[in-house]
């Protein structure tokens, strides 16, 4: 590798190819640059028993271009090939052709290994520890995990794929009554094979990657007029709405009528319900009731993979945690006050949880706004805590939802001078729980601030006392106390506005 710390993962998949070119950091990686081409490398509805010239030309003319943008960034390409090129008698001529005219090394990978490779890219971004079962809908085949954070218990590939089976059961362009039902019905009777399996294990969460689920989502999210969120990443749809979905895509008989009326790109329009209706399958197969989406999948597994093979493995842990605290230590010019800002933050937390009525899960959402409220001074100190806001709605914070990352920069966003307001837009779009969210966390962060106010560390804790008229504050200080009473009594308006009672402030 050119520098040892760039890497470029590219995933050369039936439908489409994808390069995410990344820097090794102690936590994992930051993605530097993405790129993406639809180049429908496969096709055929029963064995892609062959590529054929022109689409190894398009391939290899795809693969070109993006070694020569990984070349740009000093990142050494690791390429892996799934079900197009595997199943293709002629796959030495391709491989042989991207070597010598892009200068790759095509690693062509059995679907077992693609499934385990999904699967370190999704669990890095859905986080946690729960049992999954991963889905990914590639254009050639559908790969179904069970997994915990770092093991494959079932890893199984199936020849299912968008376009596979958009040219078994939607090759005319006028969409057939009869297509879906037929369509249905295969998928099933291949994921069958695996029902017994999958319910002996067991799962927690069903999780879905790839550019259908990606799709399902997005027209799920958005139906009947509702903004697309900046972050797909984790958001949740039901096996309802995949079933409404499919129906919503079938209402328009060909590609460039579901493309046009919504808003679906023409290369995916044309491969959406094949995809959906295999979605669909795996929800009734396995008894899925509700769907995961993970916006990391095969690359960025490749990704942690290659960091694993040169001992530079991503740390065990909360994935959302590593991502925030990266973006912290990238753009905060005082990191070891927002550490301590944090650990006073979740102190005070764990004592007022119950007062605020919150749920405990906002504890971690706290904690990363702390660490990320003053990432705004990257672009200036003046208003820093309105920039914070953009840079973190702006980052790639794996690991949380886009509601999440939303109330991590409100919070940010609050931390310091005017509280939030109806009138201003960002806080006024959030629904009625999540306005008292922001509201009771960002209170909670002003004090935790007020009380590292000296930059230095003095407060070495905080206790909560409840008195009959007022909840008192008690901070433990080696060292003059006189600018901390004065900074926290200032910043107490919010929390007792939203608590309801007075604030006092005393020393123990």
């Known amino acids: 590798m050119a520098g040892l710390d760039l890497i470029a993962a590219i995933d050369v998949g039936t439908n489409s190819f994808h390069m995410v070119v990344a820097r090794a950091v102690p936590n994992g ?54 079900s197009a090129v595997r199943e293709a008698r002629n796959r030495g001529e391709f491989v042989k052709r991207v070597r010598r005219e892009a200068g790759i090394e095509l690693e062509v990978i059995s679907g077992v290994e693609e499934a385990r490779l999904i699967h370190l890219g999704a669990s890095r971004a859905i986080g946690g520890s729960a049992r999954m079962l991963l889905c990914d809908i590639g254009g050639g085949s559908t790969e179904i995990v069970i997994g915990g954070a770092d093991e494959e218990l079932l890893a199984r590939s199936f020849k299912l794929g968008a376009v596979r089976l958009t040219e078994r059961f939607f090759l005319d362009d006028s969409l057939h009554p009869a297509a879906i039902s037929a369509c249905r019905a295969y998928a099933r009777s291949r994921l069958v094979a695996i029902e017994r399996d999958v319910a002996a294990l067991g799962f927690d969460v069903a999780v879905a990657s790839s550019g259908t689920a990606e799709t399902v989502a997005r027209l799920v999210a958005t139906a009947g007029g509702q903004p697309e969120p900046h972050n ?17 895509l079938a209402a328009h008989r060909t590609a460039g009528e579901r493309s046009a009326a919504l808003g679906i790109d023409r290369n995916r329009a044309e491969i959406i319900i094949a995809g959906a209706v295999i979605l669909e399958a795996v929800a009734d197969v396995f008894r899925v009731q509700e769907f995961v989406f993970s916006d990391y999948a095969l690359r960025e597994g490749l990704l942690i993979d290659t960091l694993r093979r040169r001992g530079l493995s991503p740390a065990a842990g909360d994935p959302a945690m590593h991502s925030v605290e990266q973006l912290a230590r990238r753009c905060d010019d005082r990191p070891e006050h927002s550490r301590h800002v944090a650990r006073l933050a979740v102190r005070l937390f764990d004592q007022l949880r119950d007062d605020l009525g919150v749920d405990a899960s906002a504890r971690r959402l706290l904690e990363a706004a702390a660490l990320l409220a003053n990432v705004g001074v990257v672009v200036s100190h003046t208003r820093h805590h309105h920039h914070s806001y953009y840079v973190i709605r702006n980052s790639e914070l794996v690991g949380l939802s886009d509601r999440e990352i939303e109330v991590i920069a409100q919070v940010a966003r609050y931390h310091r001078k005017g509280a939030p307001k109806a009138d201003h837009p960002e806080f006024a779009a959030l629904p009625a729980r999540d306005q008292h969210l922001v509201r009771a966390l960002a209170g909670v962060l002003r004090i935790a601030i007020g009380l590292d106010r000296t930059l230095d560390g003095r407060v070495t804790d905080v206790t909560v006392e409840r008195g009959t008229d007022a909840l008192v504050l008690c901070y433990s200080a080696a060292g003059a106390r006189d600018v901390i009473d004065y900074a926290v009594k200032e910043r107490c308006g919010l929390i007792a506005d939203v608590l309801g009672r007075d604030i006092e402030v005393a020393t123990s």
């Open 232 to 248: 797909l990443n984790r958001f949740a749809f039901s096996r309802s709405d995949v079933s409404t979905t499919v129906a919503r």
């Open 29 to 82: 990686f930051e993605v530097v640059t993405r790129e993406k081409e639809t180049v429908r490398l496969g096709t055929g509805s029963g064995e892609m028993s062959r590529l054929d010239e022109a689409r190894m030309d398009r391939g290899v003319a795809c693969l070109a271009r993006m070694a020569d943008v990984a070349a740009s960034h000093g990142a050494e390409v690791r390429a892996v090939a799934t």
